[in-house]
C-alpha cells in the first residue's frame, strides 16, 4: 500500500503567510517614515516664509527711515558747513546751520523739475546755492555759475542775496550801491580779528527793510570792486559779509533763481574744528573739541536780519 505524502503546497502556503505577516510592520513603517519626509517637505516653504517675513520687519523700518530722511533732505531741509571766513561776522568757519529748501521751490531729486514755490528770495537773506568749481592744471580754483559753465563740479557756497532781478549793482571805494544809491552804514565801536590777526571794524549795513553787520575795509585789503551790472531776470547777485575777503558775484556774476538752494535759517551746531579725518577717529580729539572748540553760545542762533 502505498504511503500517503503531505501535500507541500500546505508548507509553502503556511511559508509565505509567515513572511506576509512579516513584511506588514516593514511596509507601515517605510510608508510611516515616507509620510514624515512629505510632511518635512510641506513645512520647508512655511519656514522658509517665516524666516524673510521676520527679516523684512527687521528691515522694513530702516528702510522706511531711510527713505525719509532721504525724502526730508531732498526737499524740505538741508545741513551745510560754514568752510570759510567770507560771511564774517555773521557766520564763523565750523558753523553749520539749516537751510529752507521748500521755501524756495526744491528741486525734484534725479530730475530738472521743481517743487511750486512758496515764496521768491529776499534782499538781505542769507542763502545757499550751487557753483561750479573746478582746479585747473596749475592748482588754480576756478568758480563759475553753472548756467555759464554747466561742465563745472557743483559746490554749495554761502552768501548774502543783495541785488534783485532788474537792480543795478555797484561797488567802488568799498561802498555798495543799489539803483545809484549808497547802501548806509553804520559804526558800532566793536572790532574782529580774522584768522590771520588782521582787525576789522564791525559795521551795520541797511538793505532796504534788513540790517545786519559787515566787517568794514582794512588799508592793507584792497577787496573787490563792480562796474554798474543791471541783474538779469531769474538772477541774483550775491555778496559775502566780509567785504575784503569774500569771493562773490563781484568776481563771478550773478547766480539763477534754480541754483539757489535756499535761506539758511538756523544754526545748530558750531565749533573751531579744523581736524583731519584721521584726527577724528580719535576719542581724545572728540573730547578735546567739545571741551574747549565748541562754541556753545551760538546753538539755536536765528539768522535773520534786524528789521527796520
Not at 115 to 129: K, S, T
Not at 267 to 288: D, F, G, I, K, V
Amino acid at each position: 500500500m502505498a504511503r500517503k505524502r503531505r501535500p507541500k503546497a500546505k508548507q509553502g502556503i503556511g511559508t509565505v503567510k509567515s513572511e506576509g505577516a512579516k513584511a506588514k510592520p516593514e511596509n507601515a513603517k517605510a510608508r510611516g517614515g515616507s509620510a514624515d519626509a512629505a510632511e518635512t517637505e510641506s513645512d520647508a516653504p512655511e519656514v522658509q516664509a517665516s524666516l524673510a517675513k521676520r527679516a523684512w520687519d527687521q528691515v522694513a523700518p530702516l528702510l522706511v527711515a531711510v527713505v525719509l530722511a532721504l525724502g526730508i533732505r531732498a526737499v524740505v531741509v538741508e545741513s551745510y558747513y560754514v568752510p570759510s571766513e567770507s560771511m564774517l561776522p555773521t557766520l564763523l568757519i565750523g558753523d553749520h546751520v539749516f537751510v529752507n529748501k521748500f521755501v524756495y521751490g526744491a528741486r525734484v531729486p534725479f530730475t530738472d523739475t521743481h517743487l511750486p514755490a512758496v515764496r521768491d528770495p529776499e534782499r538781505g537773506e542769507i542763502v545757499v546755492f550751487a557753483l561750479g568749481r573746478r582746479v585747473t592744471q596749475t592748482g588754480k580754483h576756478e568758480i563759475c555759475p553753472l548756467h555759464r559753465c554747466p561742465d563745472y563740479p557743483s559746490e554749495g557756497f554761502i552768501k548774502r542775496v543783495v541785488g534783485l532781478p532788474g537792480d543795478v549793482v555797484e561797488y567802488r571805494g568799498n561802498v555798495l550801491y543799489l539803483n545809484g544809491e549808497p547802501a548806509a552804514k553804520h559804526v558800532t565801536g566793536r572790532e574782529m580779528r580774522d584768522e590771520r590777526g588782521l582787525s576789522f571794524p564791525i559795521l551795520e549795513q541797511d538793505l532796504e527793510r534788513c540790517r545786519h553787520e559787515i566787517l568794514g575795509d582794512h588799508p592793507r585789503l584792497p577787496g573787490l570792486t563792480r562796474a554798474p551790472l543791471r541783474v538779469p531776470e531769474g538772477e541774483y547777485f550775491m555778496l559775502g559779509d566780509n567785504r575784503d575777503n569774500s569771493n562773490d558775484s563781484r568776481a563771478w556774476g550773478t547766480v539763477r533763481r534754480e541754483d539757489l538752494r535756499g535761506p539758511a535759517f538756523f544754526m545748530y551746531w558750531s565749533w573751531n574744528n579744523q581736524e583731519s579725518w584721521a584726527a577724528m577717529l580719535n576719542p581724545l580729539t572728540w573730547l578735546r573739541l567739545l571741551w574747549g572748540e565748541t562754541r556753545w553760545d551760538r546753538f539755536g542762533m536765528g539768522l535773520d536780519c534786524e528789521p527796520l
